[in-house]
T-cell receptor, first 111, second 112 residues
Framework: QKEVEQDPGPLSVPEGAIVSLNCTYS??????FMWYRQYSRKGPELLMY????GNKEDGRFTAQVDKSSKYISLFIRDSQPSDSATYLC???????????FGAGTRLFVKA | DAGITQSPRHKVTETGTPVTLRCHQT?????MYWYRQDPGHGLRLIHY???????DKGEVSDGYSVSRSKTEDFLLTLESATSSQTSVYFC???????????FGEGSRLTVL
């Protein structure tokens, strides 16, 4: 079993839709959860960072962590064509200071 | 920009030849990482470094070696390239307080 599981998609939505991206993880000791966004032929960039359980909001983006079910979510409201990218969930394993990534979900937002 | 450069950005080579990819940072960060990215697998850690001459293996280290003789440079070597090593390779540095990763632009390697 992979430490972080993520459906690779692709996911195609119309402009203005609410997008929900999800990951599950296996190790209940993990505490630091991240979402990276990667545009085509570029390196990933940090989008959201969450410590432990709960929600974090930044503009149109909301990151949610449910530690009881080991579930990580990213919600995008009023999606725009510029949101078209690959979204990777990630977990920081503080033992060794290594980040573990999900497979990434490719999102297309159509105008 | 985080001050990370990778070279070469593109390389085509033949099976059995050695290949070295270079990562250079100007941020003086202690932690540096090499990942490979393949469709359906996301980013997988190859090797990482936590200081000069201090390196450790990641998830997919077989067939790869690394060296770090200076803080700013982290080299990834494929001693004898195979077609299964065709991939996009990303170098990253880590913000030590938060663990946030900053990535280079990637090096696209094709092994024929």
């Amino acid at each position: 079993q992979k430490e972080v599981e993520q459906d690779p998609g692709p996911l195609s939505v119309p402009e203005g839709a609410i997008v929900s991206l999800n990951c599950t993880y296996s190790n209940s000791a993990f505490q630091y959860f991240m979402w990276y966004r990667q545009y085509s032929r570029k390196g990933p960039e940090l989008l959201m960072y969450t410590y432990s359980s709960g929600n974090k909001e930044d503009g149109r983006f909301t990151a949610q962590v449910d530690k009881s079910s080991k579930y990580i979510s990213l919600f995008i409201r009023d999606s725009q064509p510029s949101d078209s990218a690959t979204y990777l969930c990630a977990i920081l394993n503080t033992g060794g200071f290594k980040t573990i990534f999900g497979a990434g979900t490719r999102l297309f937002v159509k105008a | 920009d985080a001050g990370i450069t990778q070279s070469p950005r593109h390389k085509v080579t033949e099976t059995g030849t050695p290949v070295t990819l270079r990562c250079h940072q100007t941020e003086n960060h202690r932690y540096m990482y090499w990942y490979r990215q393949d469709p359906g697998h996301g980013l997988r850690l190859i090797h990482y470094s936590y200081g000069v001459k201090d390196t450790d293996k990641g998830e997919v280290s077989d067939g790869y070696s690394v060296s770090r003789s200076k803080t700013e440079d982290f080299l990834l070597t494929l001693e004898s390239a195979t077609s299964s090593q065709t991939s996009v390779y990303f170098c990253a540095i880590s913000e030590e307080n938060t663990g946030e990763l900053f990535f280079g632009e990637g090096s696209r390697l094709t092994v024929l």
